[in-house]
């Protein structure tokens, strides 16, 4: 008799165990189902955003981005063109941690472009043929015409900087966890401007 209580009582406490087990393992399972919903609903969300941009104090034009979050595999298969320009860098995907690409365009209106006559000698003939130049802090342009030809030299100076934010998840006025990131790029041009912008998260 004695014996059989003993049998009951460790065959309880075996069952509590697996219970106990049991339902964490559910409960691990049902939150790593929800996190990787969110995220695709997330990359969903993201997809479908076009780029935000606005200025900051110093009227420097900003772009901003909400991050897609891909697994290597999804990296790969779905992100094919960037993986490609991954391997054109000799890097190999699995050591990536994220992946980012912007495109920028450069407009210059320029009223005044001072000409002036530059002399040379070739084949022992003096000639002449007419020059210009311009810069300021972003721009240089010099060249020259001859014979309704130009030749020269254009140099843009640009400087971007990038920033990469956590966006929590919000309970009323309570914020907690991880909702998704978001890129913002500068441009400390101000003859430039962000038309794209792309950045990849890639999950570990």
Do not use: W
């Not at 034009?61 to 999804?74: G, M, P, Y």
């Not at 309704?148 to 640009?158: L, M, R, S, V």
């Amino acid at each position: 008799m004695e014996h059989l209580k003993d049998f009951t009582k460790a065959l309880s406490i075996i069952l509590v165990i697996l219970l106990v087990a049991t339902l964490t393992l559910e409960y691990c399972s049902n939150k790593k189902l929800k996190q990787e919903n969110e995220r695709l609903s997330n990359n969903q969300m993201a997809l479908s955003k076009e780029l935000y941009e606005y200025r900051d104090r110093e009227n420097y034009l900003i772009a901003e981005v909400q991050t897609l979050q891909f697994s290597k595999d999804e990296f790969m298969q779905i992100a094919s063109d960037e993986a490609e320009e991954v391997k054109t860098l000799q890097k190999k995907v699995k050591y990536l941690q994220s992946y980012s690409e912007q495109r920028l365009v450069s407009e210059y209106k320029i009223d005044t472009v001072r000409l002036y006559d530059s002399v040379f000698i070739k084949d022992s003939v003096i000639d002449t043929v007419q020059c210009f130049d311009y810069s300021d802090n972003y721009f240089q342009m010099y060249g020259c015409i001859e014979e309704n030809k130009y030749t020269g030299e254009i140099k843009c100076f640009d400087t971007l900087i990038q920033t990469v934010e956590r966006i929590p998840k919000k309970f009323l006025f309570i914020k907690y966890g991880t909702k998704g990131f978001k890129q913002s790029i500068k441009s400390k041009n101000p003859h430039s401007k962000i038309t794209y912008a792309k950045h990849i998260e890639i999950k570990k």
